[in-house]
Every structure is written in C-alpha cells, then in structure tokens.
C-alpha cells in the first residue's frame, strides 16, 4: 500500500480469496492516528482486523496467518463520519453554486425538484452520494432523507445505502412541499421491522424532523408526538433548520417537556441563545455543524457555532448538507471550520492583551470521526481505531507529492490530503476503495443512470 508497493492488486485478491467472517489482515509499518485518547498516535505501527472487528494496534503484531498490507509511508485513520447530508440531491449537485439564502435552496430544491422525483431518482441520487462518501474517506454516512413521498421511496433510499456497503443511517422524513402519500411518520414502524431488525448491522434507522413549522408546516417539526414514537421504536432523532429565535424558544420548549436527551441531535444550531445552548448542554443533546453550508449559504448569523457547543461541553460532528451547492466531502468541513474559529478567535483579541482560545487540527479530526460517530448513535461502534470496534478505516498516502515529507501526521490528514492521497477504505472490515479506486461500481453504467435522472428530474414540471 505504500508508494513503493506493487502488490496492492494481488492484496487484495488474497483478501478478498478468504471469507469475510475469518479473514484476518495485518497493517504494518504505518502511523496510526487512533483518535483513541488513550491510544493516541502510534508511528511505525502495526493495526490488526480480524473480520469485521479491530483486535489490536501497537507495534511488532504478530502475523500468524493474517494477510500483511505494508502500510510503510502511509496513515491510518478511523473513517470519517458524516452526520447529516440529503443523499438524493446528489444528481443536482453544483447546480445551484452561489444560492445566497436558505430560501433559495428551499423553493428551488424542496418545492422544485424534489416534487418530480420517482424512486429510482432516490435510489440513483443516495447511491451516488454514498459512493462519493467512500471516495473520499465518509464511512459514515446519515442520510436526512427528507422526500420520503411514498413507501417506495423510502426503500429506495434505504437499499441504496445498503447496496454501496457504506455505514448507513436513514433518518426519515415526509416532504416540505407537493404531492405524497402521508405514510411519515406511521410507515417508520413498517421500515424498521423489513431493514433495521438487527442491532448488528451495517444500517440504523433514525427519525427526521424539523425544529419549527415556518417551512412546511406542524407535521414535520418535533414535538412531544415525534418524540414519543422515537422512544417506542427505540430510535434516535435528528433534527434539522435549527437556528435562530425561533428554534431558540423550539428548544426551551422541548427541554421543558424532557424531549432533549444524548439520542436527539440539533443541526446548524446557528444563531442560538444562550439559555437555549444551556438546556442542551445540560440535556446531553448532541449537534452536527455543517460549516460550508452555515458560511457559504449564509444559515442565520452564518457562523458555525462551535465555540458555542464547546462552552456547554458539547464537542459537536461534522455533515456535508446539500450537494447542491455544496462541497461533497470531510477534508473541505474540517478545514472550513478550523479557519473559521481561528479567525474570529484572533480577530475577537486584536488589539487586546487577550489570547485567542484557537481550534486545534486534532480537535476537527476529532469532530469528523469520533465526535460524529457519537453524535450518530454510534460511538461504540466506530469513530476510532480502538481495540472491539468495527474496522472503518483509511489508508492515507503520506508520501504523495502534496503531503510528502510526513512531519505531523494530524496535520497532514486535516490541511494536506484529499480523496487522491486515499489509498484504501475499509468499512466494517470489508474492503470498499483499493489502491485509490472505489470497488464494485460500473462508472459508466453508473454515470449514464445519473445523466438520465437528472435529466428527468430538470425537465418535469414540479408538482
């Protein structure tokens, strides 16, 4: 796997040769960022998966029967974990670059095009998504699957995640605007008992809500009636649009009725009050900040509101949002956001005798991997390199012309690489991206289905 290697391709044949339950492989030579506190950063280390599973990382592991990949020259990280993106827009993506406010991309996005789309324009667009996200390094990845218009379309979404091998979480949600068939929310009992039976499994189910009715009406914003059904199908909730006055007051509310807890997460959170960030604080309540939408769309006061959440001790994850108009991947969240807090750190102290409170590299690593997973409902499972979690893995590139020479290993993943420094991404175990390409995916097949939706999509009227 190193710039010197030559056997990538016999690699992964022998791995692939074994069954995937007994399969053991050997990591040597690499540096291991684990984003483990304990375990930390590891040089010339080794990291061993046995099937799914992560059983140990140190240094000098034995081989015994394990297929050995020589890491030498590379990184090793978790996967990184998306915590909030529309997958289905992903055949719009770009489409709308320099959308200026959250109203454009509403009436354009949700009261437009998502009216026309059939469900195989769900299963092609969180495909696509999906595939991108492993591309470039998301094993992780929730789906807010907000046009959920008939039963089909749910499906659709749901055995597209299933198809890519992603770690998957479909939260649901009925649609803002047109024509549906009102099966949201009671149809989430239906899809949990056909996709989501076991807890040991690639997919989970969450529940999609809005924080307010202001968009597209009392149906779709949480409340005590939403909160109740997650509890009863023991799963957790995702909350979007959350900023500003009126999510504020949204917020108070909720923790007055005891619905804000470690299984509800509240995205954007821009422009928040202060006794609205202490309630969910003191509520546990997770956040995903999406740091290019905030800034680039301009969501309420359009800066993500991190120094916020880390003052009531919420490390928040990261997500991608809207392909739309935005950046598809981790690299360009971690560094958005990084720049972003130094800046206004710095700017807040000039001409002070004050020192600027600045974001590490290690804290954004942190928010797109072992934060995000946590964020997710999912930190026992992934999110770090530890011992008994599942094996969601990278295989970073070090000595490629942009990150060569290899100095600081944490800085070189948040402000050197990109999707052409990964080598490998193994998701569960299970190989998905291999010597730099994505495995078990047609590209052309695949780019003439996505021309073809999108055509479809851009040419009917909206309904």
Do not use: C
């Not at 709308?96 to 009261?111: E, F, I």
């Not at 999406?290 to 001790?313: F, H, K, N, R, Y």
């Not at 490629?400 to 600081?408: A, E, G, I, K, R």
């Amino acid at each position: 796997m190193n710039a010197n290697d030559t056997t990538s391709a016999a690699v992964l044949e022998e791995l692939r040769r074994r069954p995937a339950d007994r399969r053991r492989v050997l990591f040597t030579g690499a540096t291991v960022v684990t984003m483990d506190p304990d375990l930390g950063v590891i040089d010339n280390g080794d990291l061993l998966v046995e099937g799914d599973t992560i059983t140990a990382v140190g240094r000098d592991l034995g081989a015994g029967d394990a297929v050995v990949v020589d890491a030498t020259g590379t990184i090793l990280t978790p996967g990184f974990v998306d915590t909030h993106r529309h997958a289905w827009e992903a055949q719009l993506r770009r489409i709308m670059p320099d959308v200026d406010d959250l109203g454009g991309y509403v009436m354009t996005t949700l009261a437009g095009y998502a009216t026309v789309y059939r469900p195989e324009d769900m299963y092609i667009g969180t495909r696509l998504a999906a595939l991108t996200a492993i591309d470039s390094g998301i094993t992780t990845m929730l789906d807010f699957s907000h046009n959920s218009r008939t039963r089909d379309h749910s499906d659709a979404a749901i055995e597209a995640l299933l198809d890519t091998g992603i770690r998957g979480v479909h939260a649901s949600m009925g649609p803002h605007f047109g024509t549906w068939d009102r099966q949201w929310p009671g149809d989430l009992t239906r899809v949990k008992d056909r996709y989501f039976s076991s807890d040991e499994q690639l997919l989970t189910l969450r529940l999609a809500t809005l924080a307010t009715d202001e968009i597209a009406g009392p149906a779709l914003a949480y409340g005590p009636e939403l909160a109740l059904l997650a509890q009863e199908l023991g799963i957790g909730v995702s909350v979007d649009a959350v900023f500003g006055t009126a999510s504020s007051e949204a917020v108070m509310r909720w923790a007055k009725h005891g619905i804000l807890s470690p299984d509800v997460t509240l995205i954007h959170s821009t422009g928040l009050t202060s006794e609205a960030w202490k309630a969910m604080g003191g509520t546990g309540t997770t956040v995903a900040l999406a740091p290019t939408s905030d800034a680039q769309i301009g969501l309420e006061t359009a800066i993500p509101a991190v120094d916020e959440a880390l003052s009531v001790g919420i490390r928040p994850g990261l997500s991608i949002d809207v392909e739309v108009a935005l950046a598809s991947d981790m690299f360009t969240q971690m560094r958005t956001l990084h720049a972003i807090q130094r800046m206004l750190a710095v700017n807040a102290a000039y001409g002070t005798d004050q020192q600027p409170s600045r974001l590490t590299t290690h804290d954004v690593l942190d928010f797109a991997t072992l934060q995000g997973a946590h964020t997710n409902g999912l930190a026992r499972v992934t999110g770090s390199l530890t011992p008994g979690k599942k094996a969601d893995l990278l295989v970073i590139r070090a000595e490629d012309l942009n990150n060569m020479p290899l100095n600081d290993p944490i800085g070189t993943v948040v402000l050197g690489s990109d999707a052409r420094n990964i080598s490998a991404v193994l998701v569960n175990g299970e190989p998905r991206k291999w010597n730099g390409t994505v495995l078990d995916v047609d590209l052309s097949t695949l780019r003439s289905e996505v021309h073809a939706s999108r055509e479809y999509v851009l040419n009917t009227p909206a309904v």
